[in-house]
C-alpha cells in the first residue's frame, strides 16, 4: 500500500458542470501523476506534478486543469465535464522510479 | 514521443499452459521498462521492472520478462499460468531525462480457461 487515496471512488455529473477528484498521498512523495484509463487507449497521461506549485501536461490534457498547492494533494479538475471524459481515473506516484498507483475513480458523464 | 506497443489485445489460455505476451517500444535511448497487472475491479500493480543490468528480470507470482535492446523489446513471460492470472496487463516505458513520466501500451487483456 504505497498510501494513495482518491477521492471520490464513484461520481456521476451532467455535461458541464465542473468536477474536482481529489488525490492524497501521505509520505511526501515528490511526482504524482492522473491517467485515464478507457478501453482500447490503456492508461493516458493527463497532468503530472513535480513539486509543489509545479505542474505539466500529458498527453490527453485538453479539458483538465489540476493543482497542487500541498505536496500530499494533487487535484483534477473538469472545469466543463463532457462525455467524452467519461472514463477511469488514476493517480499515481512516483516511488524510487516505479508508479504506484490508487484505487481510481469512476466518472460518468451524462 | 515515444510510444510502447502490445500486439496482443485479447488472449485466452489454458490452465498450465505458457505464456508471452508482447511489448516493443519506440525511443532509442536509455529506458526504464515495467510489467503492470489490472486484476478485475482493482487499480494497476507492479508485476516487474527493468532498470539496468541482466536482462531478464523475475517479478512476482512467477513473471518474468526479457529486454532485448536491439528489438525493443520487453516481452512478458510465465510458463504455467494459473486461473487467477486472469488480468488485464500493461507494458509501460519511462524514458530517462524525460520528466519521470510512464507511457503505457493499450493492454491485453489475458483470460485463463479452467
Known amino acids: 500500500d504505497a498510501g494513495i487515496t482518491q477521492s471520490p471512488r464513484h461520481k456521476v455529473t451532467e455535461t458541464g458542470t465542473p468536477v474536482t477528484l481529489r488525490c492524497h498521498q501521505t509520505?511526501?512523495?515528490?511526482?504524482m501523476y492522473w491517467y485515464r484509463q478507457d478501453p482500447g487507449h490503456g492508461l493516458r497521461l493527463i497532468h503530472y506534478?513535480?513539486?509543489?506549485?509545479?505542474?505539466d501536461k500529458g498527453e490527453v490534457s485538453d479539458g483538465y486543469s489540476v493543482s497542487r498547492s500541498k505536496t500530499e494533494d494533487f487535484l483534477l479538475t473538469l472545469e466543463s465535464a463532457t462525455s467524452s471524459q467519461t472514463s477511469v481515473y488514476f493517480c499515481?506516484?512516483?516511488?524510487?522510479?516505479?508508479?504506484?498507483f490508487g484505487q481510481g475513480t469512476r466518472l460518468t458523464v451524462v | 514521443a515515444q510510444s510502447v506497443s502490445q500486439h496482443n489485445h485479447h488472449v485466452i489460455l489454458s490452465e498450465a499452459a505458457s505464456l508471452e505476451l508482447g511489448c516493443n517500444y519506440s525511443?532509442?535511448?536509455?529506458?526504464?521498462l515495467f510489467w503492470y497487472v489490472q486484476y478485475p475491479g482493482q487499480h494497476l500493480q507492479l508485476l516487474l521492472k527493468?532498470?539496468?543490468?541482466?536482462?531478464l528480470v523475475k517479478g512476482i507470482k512467477g513473471f518474468e520478462a526479457e529486454f532485448i535492446k536491439s528489438k525493443f523489446s520487453f516481452n512478458l513471460r510465465k510458463p504455467s499460468v494459473q486461473w487467477s492470472d486472469t488480468a488485464e496487463y500493461f507494458c509501460?516505458?519511462?524514458?530517462?531525462?524525460?520528466?519521470?513520466?510512464?507511457?503505457f501500451g493499450t493492454g491485453t487483456q489475458l483470460k485463463v480457461e479452467l
Open positions: 509520505e511526501n512523495h515528490r511526482y
Open positions: 506534478s513535480y513539486g509543489v506549485k509545479d505542474t
Open positions: 525511443y532509442g535511448g536509455t529506458v526504464n
Open positions: 527493468y532498470f539496468s543490468g541482466d536482462p
Open positions: 509501460a516505458v519511462k524514458v530517462l531525462g524525460g520528466g519521470n513520466k510512464l507511457t
Open positions: 499515481a506516484i512516483s516511488i524510487e522510479g516505479m508508479a504506484f
